[in-house]
């Protein structure tokens, strides 16, 4: 059964960095590519980021130059280094697979960004 549990969420300010973790139950190379969504109250879950088994990255235009997903595969990890904190990043943040499954979604991580 695969589990992912996103952790490293927290508060922080406007222009501010926070590092997201999700760990993986299982080796992550099973995957074609690993992607970060996000929800905001009151709005639908959208895209952030992806990584592919082969590396290859893409972004949302809305945090392009900001954020960068990376992944450790001997420890099963994919992260989110967010830079730049803009207030419209505050959400909820969840990893899954790209497209996603949806017996994958864990309970995500809250980031919240004061101006």
């Known amino acids: 059964q695969v589990q992912l549990v996103e952790s490293g969420g927290g508060l922080v300010q406007a222009g501010g960095s926070l590092r997201l973790s999700c760990a993986a139950s299982?080796?992550?190379?099973?995957?074609?590519?690993m992607g970060w969504y996000r929800q905001a109250p009151g709005k639908q879950r959208e895209f952030v980021a992806v990584?592919?088994?082969?590396?290859?990255?893409n972004y949302a235009d809305s945090v392009k130059g900001r954020f960068t997903i990376s992944r450790d595969t001997a420890k099963n990890t994919v992260y989110l280094q967010m830079n730049s904190l803009k207030p419209e990043d505050a959400a909820v943040y969840y990893c899954?697979?790209?497209?996603?499954?949806?017996?994958?979604w864990g309970q995500g991580t809250q980031v919240t960004v004061s101006s």
């Open positions: 299982v080796t992550i190379f099973r995957f074609n590519a």
């Open positions: 990584i592919t088994s082969g590396g290859t990255t």
């Open positions: 899954n697979t790209r497209p996603t499954n949806n017996d994958y």
